[in-house]
């Protein structure tokens, strides 16, 4: 049986599968744009369930190759063998290799910590001077 | 799943061909709730939000369009706390095949939004 186009498993997903809103977020800072506040990432709840559930998401692999594909031309993805079932903390890491620029989680070599995976709960609700947001720096002693 | 493959759709009366309707449906669209912690309310076809900062919020699509401009997008905001004598829109501030990012503007600066509503149409990959 064919696994038929990516967009069509994500729309019977959606029918079948409950969404499932993350107890992550993601924290970045490009490195190429040391003026831009600290991101935060949001895994889609059915994003989420579609990789918890398996057999719907495609190899991360080929989101990487279809990086360097020209604009406009065709793409591997959409009809990749999808992989299976992910638990929360591996969808997070396939989120990061996908949604991430390649500087921040692959090619960075600088000491500041400029990626972080935490509980929704430490980001501050209050967003006074979001746009001076920077990722707490911790020292060891 | 099992698939229908036909010409046309019709309702007895008028017949319309299937490719009017596979093409002319939206390809993603999102609803997001944009203060305190920003999270996705409902979507289609995204893999995740991306707080940049204040009012600019990043969209990723699990499955990608197929190029960076032949997709057409529309974002708006639905917020109740706005000054209603303020001048209030959402801008799609950049894209490409796969994300974009909306900007909620209110008085001509980014703020954040309670409730920002993007759909895309065109060609997927």
Redesign the interface.
């Given at each position: 049986m064919t696994h038929?186009?990516?967009?069509?498993r994500?729309?019977?997903a959606?029918e079948r599968l409950d969404?499932v809103?993350s107890k992550y977020?993601i924290m970045f800072e490009n490195p190429d744009d040391l003026d831009?506040?600290a991101?935060?990432?949001?895994?889609?709840?059915?994003?989420m369930a579609?990789a918890l559930a398996g057999d719907i998401?495609p190899p991360i692999e080929t989101y990487q190759r279809?990086a360097l594909v020209p604009?406009?031309e065709?793409?591997e993805?959409?009809y990749a063998k999808p992989i299976g079932p992910m638990t929360e903390e591996e969808a997070i890491e396939y989120?990061i290799m996908?949604?991430c620029p390649t500087e921040v989680w692959r090619d960075y070599t600088g000491n500041r910590s400029i990626l972080k995976i935490v509980p929704?709960e430490a980001?501050p609700?209050?967003?006074s001077f979001?746009?001076a947001w920077k990722i707490k720096q911790e020292i060891a002693a | 799943m099992s698939t229908l493959n036909v010409a046309n759709i019709s309702d007895g009366t008028d017949s319309v061909p299937t490719g009017y309707v596979v093409k002319g449906s939206a390809k993603s669209w999102v609803n997001l709730y944009g203060k305190e912690t920003p999270y996705i309310v409902a979507s289609m076809n995204v893999s995740s939000l991306v707080d940049a900062g204040a009012g600019r919020y990043e969209i990723y699509l699990t499955s990608s369009m197929s190029s960076s401009n032949e997709y057409a997008i529309t974002a708006t905001k639905q917020d109740t706390t706005v000054n209603t004598d303020s001048t209030c829109f959402d801008v799609i501030n950049s894209r490409s095949a796969d994300a974009y990012q909306i900007i909620s503007i209110e008085d001509g600066v980014s703020a954040d939004s309670n409730n920002v509503n993007a759909v895309q149409m065109g060609e997927l990959a």
């Open positions: 038929g186009h990516l967009w069509d994500l729309a019977e959606k969404p809103q977020r831009a506040p991101a935060i990432m949001c895994p889609d709840p059915n994003w579609c998401l279809d604009d406009g065709p793409k993805h959409p989120l996908k949604d929704v980001i609700t209050n967003r979001r746009n | -």
